[in-house]
């Protein structure tokens, strides 16, 4: 005759124990912490890593310095010279002028030149901090305007340390006097920058 195993209350208690510990142990730890009892002093090194940590939970303040960008300002100005008061005279015509702050600039300046009638001229642009000391950063480029009354489009662009007092600006002449050429519309856009040295830390 065979004996069957007798059940115990021992028995019992280590079936019961050893479920406890495979399945429930760190879920009834985990349930039982009490509210902000886990702080910086448990927390070990490195423990908190970008998958961790909630897309839009933290502010500039609290990263490190270098971490973001430097926020850019951008500036910008647009003006236009009719036929009739266009210079002929080197760069005799201020297109945009636009007043910056102290500091170093990425600028480019879009021109769109046209004529009106039969005749051929070229267009001379420059853009130049100007004001201050006086001009320390110069570009300039020539463009031919057809008499075929189509839009002409050129840009200028460099990179200036503008001084305080100092403004951007565009000036443009036209080589052929009784030309038509004009300015239809022409901007400057400036964006600060932390250097225009080319050199890195």
């Not at 124990?17 to 002093?41: E, R």
């Not at 897309?55 to 951008?74: H, I």
């Not at 015509?93 to 300046?109: K, N």
């Not at 022409?186 to 932390?194: D, K, R, S």
Request: charged share 15%; aromatic share 6%.
């Amino acid at each position: 005759m065979r004996s069957r195993p007798q059940l115990t209350y021992a028995n019992v208690m280590v079936t019961l124990l050893a479920f406890v510990v495979l399945f429930g142990g760190g879920a009834y730890a985990a349930t039982k912490l009490m509210k902000d009892s886990v702080g910086t002093k448990q927390l070990q090194k490195d423990a908190v890593t970008s998958p961790k940590v909630k897309n839009g939970t933290l502010k500039a303040k609290d990263l490190k310095a270098g971490v973001l960008p430097a926020p850019s300002n951008a500036f910008e100005a647009s003006g236009s010279v009719n036929y009739d008061v266009f210079s002929a005279s080197p760069f005799g015509s201020t297109v945009v002028s636009l007043p910056l702050p102290a500091g170093s600039y990425f600028a480019t300046a879009a021109i769109e030149a046209q004529t009106v009638n039969a005749v051929n001229s070229d267009v001379s642009c420059r853009l130049v901090n100007q004001g201050g000391a006086g001009a320390t950063g110069v570009t300039s480029r020539e463009q031919i305007v057809r008499a075929d009354t189509e839009p002409e489009n050129f840009t200028l662009t460099a990179l200036f340390d503008v001084s305080a007092g100092q403004t951007l600006e565009l000036q443009c002449s036209k080589s052929v006097p009784g030309s038509s050429a004009r300015i239809v519309k022409a901007n400057i856009v400036a964006v600060q920058v932390g250097d225009t040295s080319g050199t890195t830390d």
